[in-house]
């Protein structure tokens, strides 16, 4: 679509193209850097950034509650978080502002930008943005609660528990689908039963959308209108952006026995971030040599983001007994 | 001072509470117009409307799972499961997620939310509502368990639990929901939530119990001490973390230690406090560590001689406190 | 609806009047027992009797498997549970084949019948029903998996994750909900997000039926439909049946605070069974004098269940540890 | 005989009993064509079928509540839980349903299935794939729980698990997957469910573990062994039930016991064990008896040193040994 359609000024536009490269470029040197033995673990967002920074974009970064997934990258670099951050995160450093390097990368979490703290077990996470729309709606604010998961996870109890406790009560979630058809090795027929995932809306009395997740536009005005909906009342959205999983489940899987290859090589030559590309060339957004210039800027913070995070300490072991329960002040 | 059920006492302080810290509320099943079906939220959604007391959709996860969004974004939920036994569903909110929040993000967020819920047997509730849930829930670093036996440590308790910053599982027997009546103050207090608390003094041998079968082995200290037996009494009170010292100094007074509670006996509470007195009250100790609890059977069953079966009856307490005092 | 129309022989209609009659007389007895402090407690079918015996009417007893909840007195006799068995349990005798003893009344259990063991969380029993169904279909068995549950069970996790299942392997599970528009004290809206039950069937692929609930002719045929659909490999069906609670959620329960007791008196005034009990005088499928003589014959069987039942020993205390493990023969 | 890693005993044994006994069956997450995210089940599909070989959707609770549905139907599931961390949401349908279908039918139904799971960490799986969840499962009677700590035992221990009529979980350590291969016979063989086995024998002092930690033992014990100190090593391997009289065998024969485990220390099985020796082998002890464990912090966290922190070193263990040698 075009992004004029989306009322998205042509700055906006730069600005999410940069951002899909900037989480495309922190992810590829994480898996260069787990290959070649420095961090222990990946898992990534190739192919799914168009859908996040669309998403993301429609946010109001630190008044929303968002409650990212472990894909999500793309999401909370739109929000603020940066690419130190990222880095921390990935070498388990004590300035990781998600956690301390206690959790594995991409569980994201920071309160300065009400990003709330994930774990790692699918679906819990949806009924926590249930709560948050819950606090906002009764204390009347005009925020909403974001909170993105797989296709896979749809199928998990807390999913449907937590949306039917949000469509009761009309409360303002935004429910992200990043539908890539993949749980790890288990393609969607053999996962969910019903065509769509947004389809399951029905069953919360929400509004379900179903969005191409290769147009950023498509997903920020889908979850924008969503957003204003929430906002008047009308309850929750349940947004599928269809996206593509570019690469294995995570560092420690290889998707040769399960994954047609071929196809595969297909995805990948339709990769929303080239698309993306072109298209802001082709609307003459940016010429050339900025083009260039912007996407070696992203190389340098990469550079930078690693070359910090790797110098930085750890955490000291002493403080491993720390923070189980509320500390005396 | 008030005389109090014990369920009265809970009552007292939800409302309390609530009046004082507009950020508390309620959710759970039939909590609202109901009353909860012990009655233990009764008035409360007309004293203060239906977004401070929410009857919750039938899923038990989602209720502890959205507790802990709210707790996140400011609020203090007080979520009840309707019977202890129906708590399962929600585990991994419990344990992988409200316990480890402050954890995992380094302090950044919390979890302080309470969840309310009777446990225990003895009225005819069968297989799925008398279960003894505590060595579930016990030993999850981040979460606090926590069991008053009385109407005045049942306020206490409560409330000290919602204006803690941790979570807190929050177990009441409901068998002594009417049992037993006793002063409370009408002022709100707090009592700490992890400390156990002497019920008795005595020289002869040590009982560690909480919960109902605190009663069998006060009734069995009363009546042993007209035989000249003098029993020291301790109500472990927080299940988890224990109070290690209050353990060790009661197991060290006497020598003689029985411990006694309604869970099964294998993998129940008990097995932690004798390991932590065998450990560190070892010189003290003038006789092996006897233990009473629950048969190892998945729970009390319904026909009543079954159900009475499942208990060790207060003569057998007494027989084994007897012993140990003469050992 | 005609029972014609649905292929019921006149005298299956009298049988199915006179398994509801007995259900509900077998049910205030009950009832009648607790008030007087002879059992501890009472869970009921009442205004559910035409739903359940309806359905069951549809299935092969012994031969499909069924999992029943706690309301499904009609059921469970339908398939061939005695008078006899029913108040062991609610007396909690040795011999009540659901338990002996150990469990509350109408947690329904019996081998010979293929209905499985109940618990009382709702709702776990329909993943076990899958696990049936499952069965049935790799060892091309002609047989389907009957569920039910009510209208509040249907937003536990065990739902969703359990029909999902049954959705992507086309099991053939029939999921029945007995809407009676009331988890103990909570309505509907405040409970269910969707407006109806059957809609959730969309997020399994399944069909979804609705269902009057107070005619057993028409919940038979919607059974039998989806029975046989099940058995051409056309997947399960989830049907949801209106019906009405006419008494209070249990023994324990007072339903004074939260229900408007002029609807309720309403809805007793609608009550399936009188309605049935019409259908078949003015059908002259009966005519009144052996009408009365079936009812004083099943009044007859209930005292003969309660006299046999109180009678009855209570299982021996030393059984009390038996059946934890598999004994050795 | 073959040489085998625990996992490819593991394997052997779902092959082999597959096999012989067509109603066995593997369901789990990414089990069929991927063989597992570890590969326990690899090539499984291939051989036997999808029907036999079931890549079931993302929900453990279905996962555990259809095999119990497909047991109740004459079949012989086991489960495959991805990581342990992830049980929680099954945990109704294993301690309320599973444990309990024999016992509330009055063993008209029964719910033998298998419910194998990675555990454990050390592996840099951080809070969420490192977990030690036995303490919250046993303890539940109806269930079995089992954890092999060695390929030889792996193997026999799952058939005998499949080929039980009750319930087992059964808790692979995944750091041991491959750390050791041995000997394991070719032909299907069983090891009982409920028995520890002594592992090394000695007389100074005796060390009862499980796991992985066994292996910090044995290599302490034969490091002592050289200064002189002989020690006794007692596997558990049934965590529940527990083998009393193994147990206390093992701590009579010395009167001087550690306990050691990965899981967190307080709550821990350990705790249990030490129960029953200050019980019923109190008159043997010479000593306190010691316990070593994980941290009582939610779990191994990510970053190396905090990993390393959260379990006892074996330098620890060995100091502790020695000093309850000489005492
Ligand atoms: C409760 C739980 N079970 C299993 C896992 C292991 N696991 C991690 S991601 C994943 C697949 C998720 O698939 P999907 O929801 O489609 O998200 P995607 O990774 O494809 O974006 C699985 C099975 C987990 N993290 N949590
Ligand atoms: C998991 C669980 N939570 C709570 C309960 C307590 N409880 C028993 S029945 C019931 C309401 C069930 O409502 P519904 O599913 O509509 O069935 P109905 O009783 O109306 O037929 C509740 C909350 C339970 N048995 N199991
Ligand atoms: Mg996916
Ligand atoms: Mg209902």
Redo the contacts between chains.
Sequence with gaps: MDHRKASLRDEEVIQIYRTMYLARKLDERQWMLNRTGKIPFVISCQGHEAAQVGAAWALQAGSDAVLPYYRDLGVVLTLGVSPRDIMLAAFAKAEDPSSGGRQMPNHFSDPTLNIFTQSSPTGSQIPHAVGFAWAFKVRGEQKVAFVSFGDGTSNQGDFHEGLNFAGVHRLPVLAFVENNTYAISVPYHKQVASKTIAERAQSYGMEGVLVDGSDPFLVYEAVKNARERALEGLGGTLIEARVSRLVPHSSDDDDRTYRDQKELEEEKARDALGKMRTYILDKSLIDDAALEQLEKDVMDIVNDATAYAERAPYADPSTVKRYVYAEAE | MTVRSYIEAITDALRQEMARDERV?ILG??V????G?FRATMGLMEEFGE?RVV?????E??I????????????R?VAEIQFA??I??A???I???A????????????APLVIRTPYGGGI??????SQSIE??F?????L?VVTPSDPYTAKGLLIAAIR???PVLFLEHKRLYRLLKAEVPDEPYTLPLDRARVKREGDDLTVISYGYTLYQVLEAAEHLAGEGISTHVLDLISL???DREAIIRAAARTGKVLIVHE??L???V??????I????A??D?D?????LGG?????M??????E???LPQTEEIMEAMRALAHF
């Design positions: 509320f099943e039939d609202g117009k109901r009353g079906v977004t009857d919750a959709p039938l899923a996860s989602a502890v799972g959205v507790a802990i969004g709210a707790a996140g974004a400011g609020l939920p036994d129906y399962f569903t585990t991994n909110q344990m992988n997620e316990a480890k929040i402050r954890y995992r993000s380094n302090n950044d967020w919390s005819h509730g069968a297989l799925y509502h060595k579930i016990t030993g999850v670093p981040g606090r803690s910053d941790d988890y973390p224990l869970d099964n294998e993998g129940g008990g097995g932690e406090v004798a390991a007195i065998a450990e560190d070892f010189f100790l006789a092996p560590i006897r233990r048969l190892d059977i998945p729970a069953p319904y026909a009543p001689p079954l009475k079966a499942f």
